[in-house]
């Protein structure tokens, strides 16, 4: 189980800023039977992977801080099948245009 967001001590937060949302695209079909679930237990939220759907989440509240009930996971995925999932976070923070090591030189 895990959060999204980054906690106020991790260097990613200054450098990239929170991330706000997640969007978890399934770029494959899993059978009910094979796992792979995405879980939000808090929630009580379970998905299970289909392709071409995505779920789309806030990592933080209105007030921008770290919404603890996004903590999820994801069931095994059982026998030979085989999942794919391309993760999409946005930052509350514009990424720089340059290279950091030009930005910071």
Known sequence: RHYDWF???EPELWCSGQ?????LVYLSSLPDTSG???VFDELA???QPRLGSALLWP???SAGLP???TI???KPVLGDAVKYVLNIWIHG???PSKPWGELYS
């Not at 991330?19 to 969007?23: D, L, N, Q, S, V």
Request: proline fraction near 0%; hydrophobic fraction near 40%.
């Open 72 to 74: 999820h996971s994801a």
């Open 45 to 47: 939220v379970t998905v």
């Open 67 to 69: 919404e603890a009930r």
């Open 19 to 23: 991330r706000a949302a997640t969007i």
């Open 93 to 95: 923070q514009v990424q």
């Open 59 to 61: 990592n933080v509240d």
């Open 7 to 9: 906690e106020a001590t």
């Open 36 to 38: 792979g679930a995405t």
